[in-house]
């Protein structure tokens, strides 16, 4: 009695071939989803860290008895910059205040939380002309 050759893939073998695929596929496209989720995000921090820039090179020079400034952007950006008199010892002859502690935050709403990009310097304290 001759035995036949099968020749080809068994039904069980095709399922176990395309629950493979289908999990494979299934973390490709999660990893590609997260990857432009990071993409956005890194574009988010970009331009809030541009724009908190942009306000403290704006205000290099500050009232000597503080400064409290916000706002908001086109674009959903909210922006706050305050100052106060840095603490500390200062040198004999330099007014209280010359030095101005300096902190920018930018805050934005990205869908799933509100985010914040916090810059902090010093900048010059000067007074106020009349």
């Known amino acids: 009695m001759m035995r036949r050759f099968q020749v080809g893939f068994s039904l ?9 695929l289908g999990l494979c596929l299934g973390a490709l496209y999660q990893a590609v989803a997260g990857a432009s989720r990071n ?5 988010q921090y970009a331009y809030a860290s541009v724009l908190a820039e942009s306000l403290l ?6 009232p000597i ?5 916000s706002g908001e952007t086109e674009g959903g950006y909210g922006w706050q910059v305050s100052t106060q008199p840095a603490a500390g010892d200062y040198p004999e002859g330099m007014k209280e205040g010359v030095l101005q502690d300096i902190e920018v935050i930018v805050s934005w709403d990205d869908g799933h939380r509100v985010r914040q990009f916090l810059l902090e310097s010093i900048v010059i304290g000067a007074e106020e002309k009349q």
């Open 12 to 20: 069980l073998e095709m399922l176990v071939a395309i629950a493979v």
């Open 39 to 43: 993409v956005s995000l890194d574009e």
């Open 57 to 62: 090179a704006n205000h290099q020079v500050v």
């Open 65 to 69: 008895t503080g400064l409290q400034l």
